[in-house]
């Protein structure tokens, strides 16, 4: 690497000395004025994760999810499309808070160092951005760092988070046994909807789908792949608003559905009841289901509902295909998931609790030969293993029912993005399921009663005090805490909380669900009381719900 290049480069780019960045669950996320020096540096680091793999592309995408508009991120993403490997965090964050361009080339001669890599390997990177104005410059600043280190960039412009994580995969795979698909935009949605249609195939037409796109990005991919599908499933797009930026995830999206359980306000009067609709976040790799009853209370099916009757599906399939011997189906949550979901599940399937975080889910449901995972907040896919994915490509159907589970378990692998949740492919996988089964929201729903629940924030000074164990569900830190949730939970019936630190936000977040609709908000309200007093919250501002 041109070591005069990059310092040079690097001095355009300097960091504002008052931030501390983190790598954090979804890689950094803050306020996108602030963020150049970051995607200048992550430019250089794509570059040398790529020479470490041997040329490998790495994926590299501009958002900030479901936050508002001002705000933006930048994540990256390994060769198979999954998520950074851990251990490349630190070096992100390292990086990234190096405080002068001479600390960060002595960082990155560490880096180089220490990892062993190899710098006449080449290096490739791809990226893409949503729909935010701070976009378009921070983009600039990443192609400045791929410059400087010497890396082939491919721009893919304006897309999803999960059509980025594709194309890595394509790209990466091309030309091999397991080509995962077109490494094009196109080729994405042609993979997908060629998928859908043979799946709906001789089913009776499904009512047109209303979707919320959050006034983001996923406002495009839903339009290029209505077109494709064209009349075999009616797109109703609602909040497509991309060019005003105040807009995007402002009262809408699978976020503010999620956390606000009702409606977007605009939906309000859009849906005649039972009409099932869904929700994008704002950079579409997030999907929540609702719809009004006939008494015109909301109902909301999130990632947990999803998992429940996609899940069930897939079993229905490997064993009419005659595979059940060969293939299992196993699903991985996080303690988020509905008390109820977890019970339906377990009933019938092997269930895993991992802690909060797609990369977690991610790979425990990969060591399944069909892993489903959702995490309620409605992030979530189906990962099928190498094995599971021989066996089908070699089964020997025998009879025509065999036959037809057995072409139908073949194209939900093209029309699952096994990469990463997708909320593009998730809803087609969700339609296939309804048309399938022919369930409306409402038959969906009943295959179990959601427990009442609740999530409480409580800000303290420092969220790092609180430790947990367990996959989450209990603490260590500070020690007594746990001893003294157990025992208000076990003054309620069916109670359930856990308390743990945000990956994303400063706060520290308490989830609680019962019987009784009344009684969880007075659990949820007394352990975020305890929680507060243990981090010797300042006693005149302790908010008064809590209890
Ligand atoms: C991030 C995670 C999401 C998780 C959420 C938890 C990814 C791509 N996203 O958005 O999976 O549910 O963080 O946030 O991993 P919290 O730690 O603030 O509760
Ligand atoms: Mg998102």
Known sequence: MNTDLLRSSSDKHPKPTDIAFQYGTAGFRTLGSTLDSVLYRVGVLAALRSRKLDGRTIGVMVTASHNAAQDNGVKLVDPRGEMLDGSWEAHATTLANAPTTEAFLEAVSTLIRNS?????????????R??????????????????????????????????????????NTKGTADAYGEDTQEGYYKKLGDAFKELVQGRPPLDPIIIDCANGVGAIAAEAMSSILANTLVFDLHNTSIDKEELLNNSCGADFVKTQQKSPPQLVDVLKPNQRACSFDGDADRLMYFYHDENGQFRM??????????????????????????ISVGVVQTAYANGASTKYLSDRLPVKCVPTGVKHLHHAAE???????????????VVFS??????????????????????????????INQTVGDALSDMLLVEVVLSHKSYGGAEWDSLYEDLPNRLVKVSVADRSVYQTEDAERKLVSPPGLQGKIDEIVRRYEGGRSFVRPSGTEDVVRVYAEAMVRSQVDELAFTVAGLVYDSAGGDAAKRPKEFI
């Open 386 to 415: 190498p094995s599971t994915l021989s066996t089908l490509s070699s089964h020997q159907p025998s009879t025509p029912a065999q036959d037809r589970a057995h072409k139908h378990l073949l194209a939900l692998t093209s029309l």
């Open 130 to 171: 949503d729909t935010r104005p701070s976009g378009e410059e921070l983009v600039r600043a990443l192609e400045d760092g791929l410059k400087a280190a010497g890396a082939e960039g491919r721009d893919a412009g304006v897309t999803t988070t999960p059509v980025l994580h594709y194309l890595v995969r394509a790209i």
């Open 301 to 326: 099916l999130d990632g947990d509902k999803i998992a429940g009757l996609v899940a069930a599906f897939i079993v229905d399939l490997v064993k009419t295909a005659g595979l059940a011997d060969e």
């Open 367 to 381: 060591r399944f030969p069909i892993g489903v995972y959702f995490e309620a907040n409605g992030h979530g896919t």
């Open 116 to 128: 062993q890599i190899d710098l006449s390997k080449p290096a490739h990177v791809v990226y893409a």
